[in-house]
């Protein structure tokens, strides 16, 4: 843990970086579900969602990564004297958990991606050769496990969003605003 009573630049940078991006990820996801394959013009849309979407958790794992090195070199400042033990540990767990889900997310992505025999397509710029072969069984569980996923990002994200509301409106105590 480091000494400094709030976040570094980067850190905050990286956090609102990430942040913009996991919510435009899980639009674009949704989106791309509601799109009829068997449309010719909502097909095509789909390639180019689908381009983004790829693209675009790749750029969220290299952040992640990122998030981590910064993490594991210059620490994060602790939560204030007076914080419920409880609120601590829920904290550092959530924190936990979201670090871990938004590296699992991307891999299982590219997983469901090489079961349906594509690659890890970098915003359509460069692939990324799959690393399992086509398979439509695989295919149906990794993208139901994309899902869950997802489900499990989102229900962390809306308790992370409960823990800022409980430090800055209940608690007041500063801790939102060292990471704005
Ligand atoms: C943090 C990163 C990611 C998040 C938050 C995310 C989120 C989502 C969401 C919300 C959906 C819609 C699920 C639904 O139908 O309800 C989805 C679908 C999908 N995503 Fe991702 N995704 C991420 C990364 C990736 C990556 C890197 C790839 C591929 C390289 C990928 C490939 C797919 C595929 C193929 C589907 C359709 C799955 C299916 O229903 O069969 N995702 N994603
Ligand atoms: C998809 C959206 C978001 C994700 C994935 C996310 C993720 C994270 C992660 C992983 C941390 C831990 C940083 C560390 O200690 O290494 C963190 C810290 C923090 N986040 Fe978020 N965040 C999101 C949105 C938000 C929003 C909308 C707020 C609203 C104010 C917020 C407020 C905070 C605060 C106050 C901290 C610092 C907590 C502390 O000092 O212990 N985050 N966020």
Known sequence: MADADEYGT???LLHWLIALLVVAQVVVGVWIGTLDPHDQAQAALATILYQAHDG????ILVLVLLRLLVRLTVGVPALPRGTPRWADSLAHLNHRLLYLVLIVQPVL??????ANGYPWSIYG???IPAIIAKNAVWADWLGQAHQVGAAVLI???AL??????YHGVIRRDGVVSRIV
Not at 56 to 59: F, I, L, P, R
Not at 109 to 114: E, I, P, Q, R, S
Not at 160 to 165: E, Q, S, T
């Open 155 to 157: 229900s962390l994200v």
């Open 109 to 114: 992505g590219y997983l469901t991606n090489g």
């Open 56 to 59: 675009t958790g790749a750029s």
């Open 10 to 12: 980067v850190q905050k």
């Open 125 to 127: 710029l460069y692939n």
């Open 160 to 165: 992370h969003l409960l823990g800022a509301f």
